[in-house]
C-alpha cells in the first residue's frame, strides 16, 4: 500500500513522505475528505465585497453584515437580499481599493471602521441605520474586542497606535484614569497589521507581536512582545479560533496559541509553495476565517496566474491533524458566516422546484437556521455564498517511489483505495530525476476495483480523481500495485 501523507510540496518529490497535489479535499488524519463546493446564496451586492462580519445579538437576534467601498449592508431574514443600512448622514463611505472594512461586535453594538471615515455603529435589534460611534473615537484601521474594552489599531496617521475606549463603554474615547480609555504607540515593529481580541489582546504588526495584558489603572494594558522580527505582511491573514490565532509572516504560516505559543505551521510543508505561487503585488486581497466544523484555517489568496489580483485559489489547514491541502476557487472574500432562514422540506419550493438544482445538499447546516456556523464567503459576482454545496473535483498525488531498488519496473495494475465514488488513476513515471514526468491516462476502477495500467520506468507517483458531485468519504491512497521488474539500466 502507498497511503496518501501529508501534503508537502516543499518537499522533493522521490521519497516524499506525504502528497505531491491536495487539490479541492479537506485534510484528514490518514487519508482526505471530499471539499463541498461553493454554492451561492441570495442576491449579489452592488460592489465588491470588502469585509464581513456575522454577529448574534444578547437576546439571541443573528444579523449578517459587509462591505464594499462606498455602502455597509445588511443580509434580510431570508437569507435572499443585502439591505442598505448605511449612514443617513455623510454621504458614501470611502474606503481604499487596497483596504478594507474591519468590525467588531460589543454587546449589541456592532462596530465598523475602514481607516477613512468616522466610525459606524449599528444596534442588534433596533437600528435601521448604520451611525457614528459616539465619544470622540479615533479613525481606525482595525477593530477588536479585548476584555471590557474595544480596541482599535492603526490610528489615522500614527500607524503604530493601538488606542482603546473606556472600560464597558464602547462610545468614550478621551484619554481618562476614571474610564481607563487611553492610547499606546508601539516604538518599534511598523504598521499595526492586525488585532485579535478575547481575554488577551494580541497586536500584529510588519515585524512583531505584542500581546495586551488588562492590569488597571494606571497602566490599563501592559504591553509584551510575544515576537520580535516575525509579524505579518496580509492582515486579511489574521484569524481567531477560540484562543488560537492563524496568520501568514514573511517567513510563511504561524499559529498562535494563548496569545504567548508561537508555533510554525507551514515549515517544511507549504510556505515555500506559497511564496512561489503567491501574487505578491496584491497581498491585500488575502483573506482568511476558520471552519469550526472542521476545524479548519483556510486562506484564500491571488496566485501569479490571477494578474489582476482577484484571490484565486485557497489553502486549507487542519490545526487537528497539523495537515494541509489546497483548492482552486475564485472568491472576492473568505469569512465565517451562518446560517439564518430555516426551511422545512415543502419550504424549499421558495428556493427551487427542482431538488438537484438546489445550491445546497439536503443534509447542509444551510438549511438548518438558527446562526448554525458555516465557512462562507463572497464570489466574484459578490454573492454570498457557503462551502455546502456537492462534493468538487478531487486530485490526490502520492509521492514518488522507486518499487524496485536499483531497477526499473513495469506497473501493470493498482487497486485505489476510496470509500465511494467512482476513483481513477494515473501513472506518472520517468527514468532520471532531471526528466520531466510522464503521465499515462485516466483509467477508471473496473468490477474488481483495479485500474489497469501498463508503463516501465525506474520512478512512479500515482495521481487519483474523483469527479466533482460524486459522493465519497475518505481517499486514503493505492493498494495492490500489479508489478514486475523490466530489467535494470
Not at 481607516?115 to 435589534?125: F, H, I, L, N, R
Not at 426551511?343 to 444551510?366: K, Q, V
Not at 468538487?392 to 514518488?400: H, I, L, N, W
Amino acid at each position: 500500500m502507498i497511503p496518501v501523507g501529508p501534503w508537502l510540496p516543499d518537499l522533493p518529490a522521490l521519497a516524499n513522505p506525504g502528497a505531491l497535489e491536495a487539490l479541492n479535499v479537506i485534510p484528514d488524519a490518514a487519508s482526505y475528505r471530499p471539499l463541498p463546493a461553493f454554492a451561492e446564496q441570495g442576491n449579489a451586492m452592488a460592489a465588491r465585497v470588502q469585509g464581513a462580519i456575522y454577529a448574534r445579538g444578547v437576546g439571541g437576534t443573528i444579523a449578517q453584515f459587509a462591505g464594499d467601498g462606498t455602502k455597509l449592508y445588511r443580509w434580510d431574514s431570508s437569507g435572499v437580499n443585502w439591505q442598505d443600512v448605511s449612514r443617513i448622514a455623510g454621504g458614501a463611505y470611502a474606503t481604499p481599493t487596497d483596504g478594507g472594512w474591519s468590525f467588531a461586535q460589543f454587546g449589541d453594538l456592532v462596530i465598523a471602521v475602514n481607516g477613512t471615515d468616522v466610525s459606524q455603529k449599528y444596534t442588534v435589534g433596533s437600528s435601521a441605520n448604520f451611525e457614528p460611534l459616539s465619544g470622540s473615537p479615533p479613525v481606525g484601521r482595525l477593530v477588536a474586542t479585548v476584555r471590557d474594552f474595544v480596541v482599535m489599531g492603526r490610528i489615522a496617521a500614527t500607524v503604530n497606535r493601538v488606542q482603546w475606549s473606556g472600560i464597558n463603554n464602547a462610545e468614550t474615547w478621551t484619554p481618562s484614569q476614571a474610564t481607563q480609555a487611553d492610547f499606546q504607540d508601539l516604538p518599534d515593529g511598523g504598521y499595526v497589521m492586525g488585532l485579535v481580541g478575547g481575554e488577551y489582546g494580541v497586536v500584529f504588526q510588519e515585524r512583531s507581536i505584542k500581546r495586551m495584558t488588562y492590569v488597571g489603572v494606571p497602566l490599563v494594558f501592559q504591553f509584551d512582545e510575544v515576537a520580535r522580527g516575525i509579524g505579518t505582511p496580509a492582515e486579511g491573514s489574521v484569524a481567531r479560533y477560540e484562543d488560537m490565532a492563524f496568520f501568514l509572516s514573511d517567513e510563511g504560516f504561524y499559529a498562535l496559541a494563548g496569545a504567548q505559543q508561537l508555533r510554525g505551521i507551514g515549515q517544511n510543508k507549504v510556505d515555500r509553495f506559497f511564496w512561489n505561487d503567491v501574487n505578491q503585488s496584491h497581498l491585500h486581497r488575502i483573506s482568511s476565517a476558520v471552519d469550526p466544523v472542521n476545524k479548519l484555517y483556510v486562506v484564500s489568496y491571488p496566485s501569479a496566474a490571477s494578474v489582476n489580483g482577484t484571490p484565486d485559489k485557497l489553502l486549507i489547514y487542519s490545526w487537528q491533524t497539523d495537515r494541509w491541502s489546497r483548492a482552486e476557487q475564485p472568491l472576492a472574500l473568505l469569512h465565517q458566516g451562518a446560517s439564518q432562514a430555516s426551511y422545512t422540506l415543502e419550504g424549499l419550493d421558495s428556493i427551487s422546484t427542482n431538488l438537484d438544482a438546489l445550491p445546497f445538499s439536503l443534509d447542509s447546516r444551510a438549511w438548518t437556521g438558527a446562526g448554525r456556523l458555516l465557512l462562507g464567503g463572497f464570489s466574484i459576482a459578490n454573492r454570498a455564498g457557503f462551502f455546502s454545496g456537492q462534493p468538487m473535483a478531487a486530485v490526490v498525488d502520492t509521492g514518488e517511489s522507486q518499487l524496485l531498488e536499483g531497477s526499473r519496473t513495469l506497473v501493470r495494475g493498482v487497486r485505489p483505495l476510496a470509500d465511494g465514488g467512482t476513483p481513477s488513476v494515473a501513472l506518472g513515471y520517468r527514468n532520471r530525476l532531471s526528466d520531466e514526468v510522464q503521465w499515462g491516462p485516466d483509467v477508471a476502477q473496473n468490477d474488481r476495483g483495479a485500474c489497469p495500467q501498463r508503463a516501465s520506468a525506474r520512478y512512479f507517483r500515482a495521481r487519483l480523481k474523483i469527479p466533482a458531485g460524486q459522493s465519497w468519504t475518505h481517499l486514503q491512497g493505492i493498494d495492490e500495485i500489479d508489478a514486475a521488474p523490466a530489467g535494470r539500466q
